[in-house]
């Protein structure tokens, strides 16, 4: 208690540059747990969305990956090839999609068409799906529209909506808000969708199987029928987004060292600056017994106590800041971008207390090697 005592009396009497100092580190603290919070944001919502989907397999072109969805490519003989093979691996169910993304410099000015074949429903894919207004079949010549796409551009039923000058489609439909992706989707008939694009192909193909059939089993015996596609089941995909996240957290991190840098140096240079206004005191304290191993603790703690309280104050600030993101990409685009986890809080004090520990070490050992004849001599 008397050290964590001395340690408080010496950060209470610089006030300024303590304050300063801890303001860098809840900084730097609060940039770092913002950023690596998208990251487990992506997890959580990728997996959400993955549980909703009623498809057990989707197949995609040879070397294409999940969310990648460019120009369709996937020709109308794969799913002949599908159909002639279904009763042999166990595939009840083949939608094929064609998915159409119009652009534009903010989200609502931003469209995700997706084409669905004459009969199926946006139920078929997500089972979770409700209507709040209207029918769940696009129809002919209309469109089901997501929850948040509908809300966000003032979509009811009856309004217009226009894919490219020569195809219009009427919205027959509004979807219950289900906080996700499908919520900010517009399904429509999928001709619609490849006279826009010019192409009688598809994006990909969705495919249901028996309950009593291994959706792994399945994907090989598919791809070793019919060349030139890839089978992939939902841990598939989820491997690839884990893959593509783990990158990115990487990215971010790296981003994040700049002002964890900074805000080291700034708690090295506040013990430093303390460490040389407080030669005689320590010269003191060594003349009346204390070791050296005690004052380099002391100031050791001092460093630690800055980068613990810098770094639980930037865990409550990057919070806030989740909380604001989460607030807006909700709002947005229907799902929830950032989420501060125990493994990431835990991950960001464990951060700010190395930080502590780095920035302090030099400083300490300078403090304990202070010679009692030089520091006496300047009283």
Known sequence: MEVLALVYRNLRVRPVRSLLTLLGIVVATA??????????????????E???????????????????????????AVVQKLEAIANEVGITKIIPVTVFVRGGFDPTSSFAFQGLPKGVSP????????????????????AVVGGT???????????????????????????????????????????????????????????????????????????AQIPGIDAQTSGDVLRFAERAVRISDLVRFGISLVALTVGGLLVANTVMMSVYERIREF?????????????????????????????????????????????????EVGLALSAVTPRLALFALLVALALGLLAGALPA?????ISVVEALGRI
């Open 31 to 48: 940039s770092m747990v913002l950023f690596m919070s998208f990251g487990e944001g992506l997890r959580r919502a990728l997996g959400s």
């Open 50 to 76: 993955l549980a909703s989907v009623g498809p057990a397999l989707l197949i995609l072109p040879e070397g294409v990956e999940a969310f990648s969805a460019g120009y369709p490519e996937l020709p109308p």
């Open 123 to 142: 139920k078929d894919i997500y089972p979770n799906l409700k209507v709040a207004e209207g029918v769940l079949l696009p129809g002919a010549r209309g």
């Open 149 to 223: 796409i509908a809300q966000r551009n003032n979509l009811s039923l009856g309004k217009t909506l226009r894919l490219s000058p020569q195809v219009s489609l009427e919205v027959v439909g509004v979807l219950e808000r289900t906080g996700g992706l499908a919520d900010s989707v517009v399904y429509v008939p999928i001709e619609a969708v490849r006279t826009v694009l010019g192409t009688p192909n598809y994006t990909s193909i969705l495919l249901s199987i028996r309950d009593d059939r291994r959706a792994e089993a399945v994907a090989k015996a598919i791809e």
């Open 283 to 331: 010269g003191l304290m060594r003349a009346i017994g204390a070791r050296r191993r005690f004052i380099f603790g002391l100031v050791l703690l001092e460093a630690l106590l800055l980068g613990l309280g810098g770094g639980l104050l930037g865990l409550v600030l990057g919070q806030l800041a989740s909380f604001a993101v989460n607030w807006y990409t909700v709002r």
């Open 365 to 369: 050992r300078t403090a304990s090697r």
